[in-house]
């Protein structure tokens, strides 16, 4: 029975030293043997893994960045694109108008010194034909005025006076 | 009563030395513990990747594991230190603590296979281990006076309580660990003794201890989480500015 107690309270062999400094030597050559072939590489490949991780992090965010500048870029240079046809076209309706205008005023202006050139041929012509119907008239003024004074003349000289004067006309024409 | 009339495999006057006993089942079971340990952890180990699998990926949550226990006591840029002693310390303990449970065996009279952690002398033997490596990375990280400072903070006349608390820390972490470890055995042996008392008794005893097999394992894998949670409670308040 002192046995039986003796077990309760110390255990089954009470306090060892010679099993303590096994224990010890035991524990700190396992904590150096598991520290250099267990846990050194695998927290060394759990690091390794980390530093991957927060590399390729890195690395997508900083291409995400580059994506958005990029689309950034793209836009506005879209946009400048955009302005300037919109210039070009403008422009372009601009001069078309102007053209437009200065085609019109120079077929005006032709048209009007055109019409100023006829007006006045007309009208020289029209004073060239005055004058010759005015010469006429003078000169057959005058044979007629002729003729009334060579009424005098016989009957045969007036008659021949005549023909001569028909002929004449007819040659006249 | 069986178990508890095992005699230990004792040598003793150890090389002629009067002081030096040997519990040969103990050196034994420790040899044991350690051996699958290390073989454990250098067969999870070998071949490792950088997408883990299977005992790999274990291993890992093993680390994650311990590293939330430190994480939970100190700083994590000091805690880092400690996490190979966490992780030796809870991989041995629950070796220890299994071997127990697995089976008990018996050589005549002789009491050889059991855990190495149902002995006092052992596991005081870590607790004091664990007591010591605080004053000495108190010291280390810290420096002297700072350490020093320790035990007179928050209040001077708490010096006797914080030396007393030191003994008693380092009592209570490996009587607790022994106590629980060891109950859980004489109650696993009585169970044995009454299994082979008879027939009637074999089956009387058979579902009780399936039970308390699986108890036993759970109490296993308790008492080396507390036992390691301790021991970074203990460090941190060592090696920690804020206590």
Redesign the interface.
């Known amino acids: 029975m002192q ?2 107690t003796e ?2 309270v ?11 400094i ?3 030597v ?2 700190l ?3 150096a ?3 250099k ?7 060394k ?2 690091k ?2 980390e530093d ?1 991780v927060a590399n390729e992090i890195n690395t997508a965010e900083k291409s995400r960045e580059e994506a958005q500048r990029m689309q950034r870029e793209a836009s506005e240079e879209l946009k400048a694109t955009r302005q300037d046809a919109q210039n070009i076209i403008e422009d372009a309706r601009k001069t078309a108008g102007q053209q437009e205008k200065d085609i019109l005023e120079s077929a005006r202006a032709e048209a009007e010194r055109m019409k100023e050139s006829a007006r006045q041929e007309i009208e020289q012509e029209k004073e060239k034909a005055v004058q010759a119907l005015k010469d006429q008239v003078a000169s057959m003024s005058v044979m007629i005025a002729s003729k009334v004074i060579e009424k005098e003349l016989s009957q045969k000289d007036q008659e021949a006076l005549i023909n001569q004067y028909i002929d004449e006309a007819g040659e006249e024409r | 009563m069986n178990s508890l009339n095992h005699e230990a495999p004792m040598w003793e006057d150890a090389f002629g030395i009067s002081w030096l006993d040997f519990n040969l089942s103990n050196v034994l079971m420790m040899f044991v513990a350690s051996l699958i340990v290390f073989i454990l952890g250098v067969a999870a180990t070998r071949n490792m990747q950088r997408y883990p699998t299977g005992f790999q990926n274990f291993m890992e949550w093993l680390i994650d594991f311990i590293k939330g226990i430190i994480g939970s006591n100190m700083d994590w840029r000091t805690g880092r230190l400690f996490l190979p002693l966490g992780l030796t310390l809870f991989a041995y303990i629950f070796v220890a603590n299994m071997l127990g449970v697995v089976t008990n065996g018996v050589v005549g009279h002789t009491l050889w296979w059991k855990s190495p952690t149902a002995d006092p002398g052992i596991t005081l033997t870590l607790a004091t281990l664990v007591v010591v490596l605080s004053h000495y990375y108190g010291v280390k990280l810290r420096g002297g006076g700072e350490y020093a400072k320790g035990f007179v903070r928050p209040l001077p006349f708490l010096l006797p309580f914080k030396i007393i608390e030191e003994f008693s820390n380092t009592l209570t972490l490996g009587l607790r660990l022994y106590g629980n470890i060891y109950a859980g055995e004489i109650l696993l042996g009585l169970l044995v003794g009454l299994a082979t008392t008879g027939i009637g008794g074999f089956i009387g005893a058979t579902v009780p201890m399936v039970a308390w097999m699986g108890f036993s394992t759970f109490i296993g894998f308790i008492q080396a989480f507390i036992f390691v949670m301790l021991t970074m409670v203990y460090l941190s308040h060592k090696v920690s500015e804020d206590h």
Request: negative net charge; charged residues 10%; hydrophobic residues 60%.
């Open positions: 046995g039986f077990s309760l110390l255990g089954a062999g009470g306090l060892n030293i010679g099993d303590m096994v224990q010890l035991f524990f050559g396992l904590l043997l598991l520290g072939f267990a846990w050194g590489p695998l927290m490949m759990m390794e893994r991957y």
